[in-house]
């Protein structure tokens, strides 16, 4: 508004002064996003036709207007309900007509008022109203004196931080002395919300007026403060980085006067020099200068700079066109995995079969192997020895506990310290892109809400696929088809299917007592007596004393429980010699147990002769083999079966189908066939606490129930593995390597096995095979007569008393049945704890599962 605008309108307040009669019959007119206190003075822009003919309608006779405020400002024609009752009496100055319809006019509140009825609504609202005197101001105390001065105070200080102070303004403040005229004027120029302002107006008593409008002003005082402090903030980092800049600049012009260059425009050129070295596949070379063009343009203390300087550093840095040089040699590759390993030979073969080819094609692409065996049977070092040979470099990553799907294909550049997957770190960190890759524990990988890293692996370890692996850091195609894969697992349980269809599974079953001690004698001692400090004249561990380790401190399908246990013995020699001892110490049988304690495991077989209902089975564990006892006992009840030792569900269906045969078989056992009507069969398999599920201990079951009935021991030195039918046909099983491995370290000589598995004899070691007899069976009558003792002709292999046993022949000589129905005798040593439970893993862990 103009100056002259500004003279007239005081020339019209001083005219209009005078005490004028208020009507209280007016025309509304609703007014949007403010509201009007006494002697307020504003402009207002009329443009409803409503709003417009109440103005014209007030300039026509006295000029007064009812001003009150609607409810919601977005409504175009509010209602009666929707406007407050409580409004103000102005008084319209000046009325001025725009060309597109709308009014421009002045207005001045002058008294407060409400609505007590609306007496027209059709073409604008007039309405009748209810003037409001406001309460009488009592004589001024200190109180009321020190609310006024708080309230100006806060005011100067608002306006002071908006830069709308003026000397103008405090002389308006100091000169105003009624409390409730100094209220309005701050409230008015307080931005109130809509409801906040109404209240104010409602409120008729000035002191407590002025007390609200003090509480409001002091938190907008609060609230300018803040954003004043902000806004400061934002300017002094503003004015600092526009410093920095200014100075950055002038040291640039300087080098460029000086003919040097600048560190950006260095760091450019490096940049430039190394993305040319690394010989980048066509898409990674456009995408690399086309960041470094970004890079370029940008601040160098930017926060997207450093994000640009990271993904470049890993685009040059990656392996993309490096490779290590292979010198094929098979007879050279098959020495030195002779000389790292004892023994594996499909696994050696299968290495030498590869490099074979390499050497008659060089773009062979890489396999994908998977080791699948026990712990401590060499899986992870067996990788190493084979980089050795093949002279390529080694990477290995552990993806045992691994829940993020980002660990393998890695994180988007959008978040903070974000990196490429594990892949991608291992082939930076060694250097080339055609390096051995082991990915150890596949089987232990997880899944939850962050993803699922095994579909993650299903692009890596495809043949088909992986030449154009994708990073979700470097979106670029990346080569993997000339990496070798080789993961290890303990089981393939847990693999998912079509992660396991990419791989070439390779088992590494358990090692034999034999194996044993001639790692121990190659690699296990040597190692041991090095790592201890000790030299090799001063330790010597007899045969006997390394045989009777294997058999009785250790249990296992590896070698970890070995090692530790020579592990100690050259500890308390290193002690010996410590304290002055005289060397060298010879590590006998006898002495044994003052290094190593008193034996772990006791031999089975001489605490459990052959008894009747106690047949002996064969399990397949995560360890390895392990011999597994089935109890048969018959106890009064109405033939019902019982069964115990946590047993899966396909383990209980055995059970029922060898209790089925049986009692279809009576007849042909010499057995009544009433038997069952006062008779519970019971059938346990130790050890309690440990799961156990599997179809084929089914003939171990059905023998042991047999015995029961018929009252004939079992063959102590007869081991048994196959799944029955209800017709007594004895089905194939699985893990019989591990098994008969099993049933040897148990001092077992003599296993039955189903027909249908024969063929798998030929992956059995030929010195194993030597020293167990196996009997392959294809119906339950070929086991019984194997297995079950006759009392009045005794079975083939165990040999009554009386009879004659040939040289050297370990198998248990049978005795003179007792009273109780046991035959005394035997020296198998099957292993046992001396808790007396069958231990199906190395640690003999509570819960460990075990496939029959």
């Not at 304290?579 to 006898?590: D, N, V, W």
């Amino acid at each position: 508004m103009g100056e002259t605008d500004r003279d007239d309108l005081i020339s019209i307040i001083e005219e209009n002064e005078r005490e004028s009669d208020i009507p209280t019959t007016l025309p509304l007119m609703p007014v949007r996003d403010v509201v009007i206190f006494t002697d307020m003075l504003l402009p207002l822009f009329v443009g409803r036709e409503k709003s417009v003919r109440a103005v014209e309608e007030a300039v026509s006779k006295d000029g007064f207007l009812f001003l009150a405020t609607q409810k919601d400002a977005s409504t175009e024609n509010p209602s009666t309900d929707e406007i407050f009752s409580t409004g103000t009496v102005g008084r319209v100055l000046r009325i001025l007509k725009l060309p597109d319809g709308r009014v421009k006019s002045l207005v001045q509140g002058v008294a407060k008022g409400r609505i007590i009825k609306y007496l027209r609504k059709r073409s604008y609202y007039r309405v009748k109203l209810e003037l409001i005197q406001e309460y009488p101001v009592p004589e001024i105390n200190l109180e009321v004196e020190a609310l006024m001065r708080n309230v100006r105070e806060h005011s100067e200080k608002i306006l002071a931080l908006r830069g709308e102070l003026s000397g103008d303004v405090g002389t308006v403040l100091e000169n105003i002395v009624d409390p409730g005229k100094l209220a309005d004027l701050v409230a008015s120029n307080l931005r109130l919300k809509i409801e906040e302002s109404q209240n104010l107006l409602e409120i008729f008593d000035p002191i407590q007026r002025l007390k609200r409008v003090n509480d409001l002003i002091s938190r907008e005082l609060e609230l300018s403060t803040m954003q004043a402090k902000i806004q400061s903030d934002v300017k002094d980092e503003i004015s600092k980085s526009q410093r920095d800049y200014f100075l950055r600049e002038q040291v640039r012009a300087i080098y460029r006067e000086l003919g040097e260059h600048d560190e950006k425009a260095q760091e450019i050129e490096d940049y430039r020099k190394k993305i040319k070295r690394a010989k980048m596949s066509r898409e990674a070379k456009q995408e690399a200068h086309k960041q470094l063009r970004r890079l370029e343009q940008m601040h160098p203390d930017s926060a997207e700079s450093t994000v640009i300087r990271v993904y470049l550093d890993w685009l040059v840095d990656m392996p993309w066109s490096r490779s290590t040089k292979e010198g094929i040699d098979v007879k050279k590759a098959k020495a030195v995995l002779d000389k790292d390993h004892y023994g594996l030979e499909k696994v050696k073969d299968r290495v030498l079969e590869h490099l074979s080819v390499r050497q008659l094609n060089p773009q062979m692409k890489g396999p994908i192997l998977c080791f699948v065996g026990p712990p401590g049977v060499g899986k992870t070092s067996l990788g190493r020895s084979i980089a050795r040979a093949m002279k390529r470099k080694f990477v290995r990553i552990s993806l045992g506990g691994i829940r993020d799907e980002a660990e393998i294909r890695g994180h988007r550049r959008t978040y903070i310290g974000a990196l490429p997957g594990r892949i991608l770190q291992g082939l930076k960190q060694c250097g080339t892109n055609n390096p051995l890759f082991m990915m150890d524990e596949i089987d232990k990988l997880g899944a939850d809400f962050r993803g699922d890293p095994s579909s993650a692996l299903l692009e890596a370890l495809d043949p088909e696929q992986n030449s154009e692996f994708s990073d979700h850091f470097l979106n670029l195609p990346f080569d993997l088809s000339h990496v070798m894969f080789i993961l290890t697992a303990n089981l393939t349980d847990t693999i998912p299917s079509a992660l396991l269809d990419r791989m070439e599974v390779i088992t590494l079953a358990g090692y034999t007592e034999e194996e044993k001690i001639k790692i121990a004698r190659r690699h296990l001692i040597p190692r041991q007596i090095k790592e201890n400090g000790l030299k090799p004249r001063s330790l010597s561990l007899s045969a006997e004393a390394l045989r009777h380790i294997i058999t009785d401190y250790t249990s296992e399908a590896g070698l970890r429980n070995l090692e530790r246990e020579i592990g100690t013995i050259c500890r308390k020699v290193a002690r010996k010699i410590a304290e002055g001892g005289k060397e060298p110490f010879l590590i006998t049988r006898s002495n044994l147990p003052k290094y190593l304690g008193v034996a772990q495991y006791v031999p089975e077989m001489d605490q459990e002769n052959s008894q009747v209902g106690l047949a002996t089975g064969l399990a397949w564990t995560q360890v390895g083999g392990e011999v597994l006892y089935v109890e048969a006992a018959l106890i009064g009840g109405k033939g019902e079966l019982i069964v115990t030792g946590q047993l899966g569900d396909i383990m209980q269906e055995s059970a029922r189908a060898a209790v089925t045969y049986a009692r279809a078989n009576l007849p042909h056992l010499g057995v009544e066939e009433k038997i069952f009507e006062n008779l519970d069969v019971h059938i346990h398999v130790p050890a309690g606490a440990i799961p156990k599920d599997g179809p084929s201990a089914g003939i171990a079951m059905a023998t042991a129930l047999i015995s029961a009935l018929t009252r004939k021991p079992i063959r102590n030195d007869v081991a048994m593995t196959g799944e029955i039918t209800l017709r007594g046909r004895v089905l194939p099983i699985g893990g019989l390597k591990e098994k008969a491995l099993g049933a040897l370290r148990a001092g077992i000589l003599t296993v039955i096995i189903p027909e249908k598995n024969k063929k798998d004899l030929v992956e059995i070691p030929s010195y194993v095979k030597r020293k167990l007899q196996f009997i392959c069976v294809k119906h339950m009558d070929e086991v019984l007569p194997q297995a079950v003792i006759d009392r009045k002709s005794p079975s083939r292999g165990a040999k009554m008393e009386g009879q004659r046993q040939r040289p050297g022949d370990r198998r248990p000589k049978a005795k003179t049945p007792t009273t109780d129905g046991t035959y005394r005798g035997g020296r198998n040593k099957v292993r046992r704890p001396r808790s007396g439970g069958i231990r199906p893993s190395v640690n003999d862990r509570s819960g460990a599962d075990v496939n029959c």
